[in-house]
RNA sequence: GGUUCGGUAGCUCAGCUGGAUAGAGCAACAGCCUUCUAAGCUGUGGGUCGAGCGUUCGAAUCGCUCCCGAAUCACCA
């Protein structure tokens, strides 16, 4: 039992011995104590007034004299209209500090027997276009969660689902023939990624051309997006390649192959990785074979024209499109196979899918499919929705080429990292590795938490224009503070000063000292709760407010290196546990940490 | 039109299982580098929490109705 629930056993019988009646635990509410008020734990006494009958402050005052001869962590009390703030006793804070520092792994859970098993799908690219802004959050997003489930005590297996096949690698592939001169990653210098996305760019540029001719000639917009003779022979490519045509394949082998190569890179800088990688070439037909089975239960239906539907209707959603008309497969047949696979696979007790809110529809209708195809896991799918990044003018568009390209902001984070690093004179005394290991350590710092710490459901609005602060509520403050702890420990050990002090007695201080110290002690339970919490944004936040706290006492604190200058030796060990525990957050949000800044 | 999700300071965002005077950063202004690191700290100004009604001792938070924005309702993925 913590210590806010055995408070509030404690007020449950006072209320119980002082005025005769039975209070619910609902009504008796522990929180923390503001920041403004004196105390540690505060009870909010207005549900309790019809117990006691009396006056909030008098119902307060007699609860609070009740908790103080009754119970053995109180210190002392004050009240503050309705509210009932408590003060512990330090000895309280003093074990709380002792477990801190005798865990390596406080609040963190281990994996055991009972860990649910959670497979996490994110990341989840297309092979025809390099990495932008909008696949960042996605991936910082999933990485994140796996760590945050993983301290939570969870097996969580990280999966990766290439979108391989398909009309869109078609284009790129087609223009490549047409107009690539057998260009390649090394003749070029460009990115594999990006030599494939700049052809599917010029396909789309064609491609507009010729409708854009073909309209001039009188046919519809709609005749001419059909007839156009590009799109005419990417369909007729994608026809050799589900037949298996050889050159086909092996072309489209050599180019999905530069795109790994360039993804590879781009997931080294980010730091992210999978257990498991799963390519839509592999799994399309999975599925067919479930559509089938339905079809044959009456659970799906056959339309007049041959095509395959699910009806949803009675579920709030419209009819579902299983099997094209021609019996090819469509995106949800796809996954329904896909997800089948990995239950046979890995017997999760959940499946998280990490995709944008743009598909919340889509998720709904699997989970609804999957139910009504019999599938007992069907509740286990959960779809972890997120917001779209969108710039000044609109959504990024690939094809149009009006999107914030992954690579380049990250060398552009980089070099600002570098310059602003360099004008402030950190990067001195540091070799040339050294100094790249910062610098692109507060770069990644500063685009990941640039993303995390917004609320994963909102649209980021990102403008290029405005570029990414390193200033402020920032990924290179949380480093900065938690460089400057580790700094502290190192000064510690020069000056050889080894007698710590770990009870904080309040009385040695002035009442705004002891406040902050009361402030940063209440910090260390952010762990364990920030296992239970899944959103990145919540850590980041709670990380920030931490830092902050911690900068504001740091502010007057100094390092005097008297053996016997007990305050100043108190306020050390104070800091080494925030350290734990910014470090631990950084980690389960994916950002490194730097000893040195 | 149906469904889902958003709307909090000039800007970017916290806070939302109902609690005390709604908080940060950026931008503006005024201070602070002989201590461990100024990517920092302190102070000032800045708000009808989209609007209204309701529930409650108490509403940014819960409910209903509107207004605005986004996503989706494909034989695309």
């Known amino acids: 039992m913590n210590i806010e629930e055995n408070l509030q056993q ?13 209070a619910v635990d609902s009504m008796v509410q522990v929180q923390k104590t503001k920041k403004e008020f004196e105390g540690d734990l ?15 402050e008098d119902t307060a005052s007699e609860i609070g004299e009740y908790i103080i001869k009754n119970w ?30 005798s865990q390596e792994n406080f609040g963190i859970t281990p994996i055991t027997e009972k860990s649910k098993k959670i497979l996490l799908e994110f990341s989840s690219p297309n092979t025809n276009k390099p990495l932008h802004l909008g696949h960042l959050r996605n991936n910082f997003l999933g990485d994140s969660i796996s760590r945050i489930l993983k301290a939570g005590g969870n097996n969580v297996i990280k999966v990766n689902l290439v979108n391989d096949r398909g009309i869109h690698i078609c284009k790129s592939m087609l223009a490549w023939q047409k107009w690539g001169n057998g260009e390649t990653p090394e003749t070029s210098g460009l990115k594999g990624d990006h030599l494939i996305g700049k052809y599917y760019v010029l396909f789309d540029q064609h491609y507009k051309e010729e409708i854009k001719n073909l309209i001039a000639q009188g046919l519809t917009e709609e005749q001419a997006k059909q007839q156009a003779p590009s799109i005419i022979e990417a369909h007729q490519m994608l026809q ?16 999905n192959n530069w795109v790994y190569d360039g993804f590879d890179v781009t997931y080294k800088l980010m730091g992210i990785s999978f257990d498991k990688i799963y390519h839509e070439s592999e799994t399309y037909l999975e599925g067919k074979s479930y559509v089938l089975d339905a079809l044959n239960k009456g659970i799906c239906k056959k339309a007049e024209d041959g095509s395959v539907f699910v009806d949803l209707t009675e579920d709030g959603l419209d009819q579902k499109i299983l099997l094209r008309s021609d019996g090819t497969t469509v995106y949800m047949t796809q996954d329904l196979g896909t997800a089948a696979m990995r239950y046979r696979e890995f017997g999760f007790d959940q499946h998280i899918y990490v995709v944008g809110n743009e598909q919340d529809y889509h998720f709904k209708a699997l989970k609804l499919v999957l139910k009504k195809m019999g599938f007992s896991w069907s509740d286990a799918i959960k779809h972890f929705s997120y917001g779209m990044v969108e710039l000044p003018n609109g959504k990024m568009k690939s094809r149009e080429g009006t999107v914030v390209d992954a690579d380049d902001l990250i060398a552009e984070m980089t070099e600002t990292a570098r310059k602003t690093s360099e004008e402030l004179g950190k990067l001195n005394e540091m070799s040339k590795e050294q100094q790249d290991v910062t ?12 993303i995390l710490k917004v609320d994963p459901r909102k649209t980021i609005l990102f403008n290029p224009a405005e570029s990414i602060d390193f200033n402020g509520n920032t990924g290179p403050f949380v480093l900065y503070t938690y460089a400057r702890i580790r700094s502290i420990f190192r000064k510690l050990e020069e000056k050889q000063i080894r007698r710590v002090t770990l009870s904080p007695d309040y009385e040695q201080f002035s009442t705004s000292e002891a406040e902050l110290v009361k402030r940063i002690n209440d910090f260390p339970g952010i762990i364990a709760e920030a296992c239970n919490l899944c959103s990145p944004a919540q850590i980041a936040n709670y990380v920030y407010d931490l830092c902050k706290l911690y900068n504001q006492f740091y502010h007057d604190c100094q390092i005097v290196g008297e053996e016997n200058d007990q305050a100043r030796e108190f306020r050390i060990i104070l800091s080494d546990n925030t350290s734990k525990v910014i470090a631990k957050c950084l980690n389960m949000l994916g950002i490194n940490v730097l000893e040195k800044m």
């Not at 962590?73 to 003060?87: D, E, M, R, S, Y």
């Not at 050889?246 to 050599?254: F, G």
């Open 10 to 22: 404690v007020v449950i019988k006072a209320v119980s011995e002082l005025y005769g009646k039975a």
């Open 42 to 56: 505060t009870i909010v006494v207005f549900p309790l007034l019809k117990l006691s009958a009396k006056k909030p």
């Open 72 to 101: 053995e962590h109180a210190k002392k009390f004050n009240v503050v209209k309705g509210f009932l703030n408590i003060t512990l006793k330090s000895s309280v804070i003093t074990e709380l500090l002792l477990k801190i520092n």
């Open 240 to 255: 050799k390649w589900e037949s298996g045509d050889k050159e086909t394949v092996a072309l489209w082998k050599k180019m």
């Open 439 to 450: 610098v692109s350590t507060i770069a990644m710092a500063a685009l990941k938490y640039f």
